[in-house]
């Protein structure tokens, strides 16, 4: 599959990574074509631990273009839980990685302070608010933990409309969970694969680059469809 090619740049600015430059060639695409799928918001962060939660971005802009995404969103308003619910709710493809647990999704403002995503802030969104969503991923620690039957984000989420929404059950580790979310992209994006098909994908390469040791990202909640092909 030929796609457009995409470079990027971002800026560290004291939390959530902003992607400020990313078309090459054929920018009219990205600028100036009608919104067809909707958009694309990806999210990570990078919190006194220092470690790089957005690598994943950075290395997915192919795959993300071939999906046929015209407004891919990122910066300063994604710096807060505020910002973030927002994008939530007007994203039809939304990813994050990011500090979290059962029930919180944190975000990390440019100054240092920080808030988070509750499951009460989704569980007090309207009915339906989520129904443009194809696919929601929490690529944070335990947003399904507790599986179908659990007060937790993924279900949460999934209970306001969202066609799909993936989350790990258990603790995860960062660099397992950045690959995870690339090969993911992927396999949906550049490969043309569905859901399901894009998550055995993810799955079989983090085990390839960590002899085995999958990080937390083979243990997850799915809700909804698996059979959704992203580049339709």
């Known amino acids: 599959m030929s796609c457009l090619k995409a470079n990027y740049g971002f800026v560290l600015n004291g939390g959530t990574i902003q992607v400020w430059d990313y078309a090459v060639r054929d920018i009219r695409r990205f600028a100036f074509e009608t919104v067809a799928h909707g958009q694309f918001t990806l999210g990570a962060t990078i919190d006194e631990d220092g470690a790089d939660r957005g690598w994943y971005i950075s290395k997915s802009m192919n795959a993300v273009a071939c999906m046929g995404y015209s407004q891919l969103n990122y910066g300063p308003s994604y710096g807060n839980s505020t910002g973030g619910l927002n994008s939530l709710q007007n994203s039809t493809l939304w990813t994050i990685h990011t500090h979290g647990s059962r029930t919180t999704v944190k975000y990390t403002a440019s100054n240092g302070t920080t808030s ?35 007060t937790n984000i993924v279900n949460s989420t999934y209970n306001k409309g969202a066609k799909t929404v993936i989350g790990f059950q258990v603790v995860t580790y960062v660099n397992q969970t950045n690959r995870w979310l690339h090969e993911f992209l992927i396999a949906a994006g550049e490969k043309g694969k569905t859901i399901s098909e894009s998550c055995a994908d993810a799955d079989y390469w983090v085990g390839i680059y960590f002899l085995g040791f999958h990080g937390g990202t ?13 580049v339709s």
Do not use: H, M, W
Request: with cysteine; hydrophobic share 30%.
């Open 218 to 230: 083979d243990n997850r909640l799915v809700r909804g469809s698996t059979s959704q092909c992203l």
């Open 116 to 150: 988070d995503i509750t499951t009460t802030d989704i569980d007090n969104l309207p009915d339906f608010a989520l129904k443009n969503s194809r696919l929601i991923i929490y690529g944070t620690c335990s947003a399904g933990e507790g599986g179908v039957n659990a």
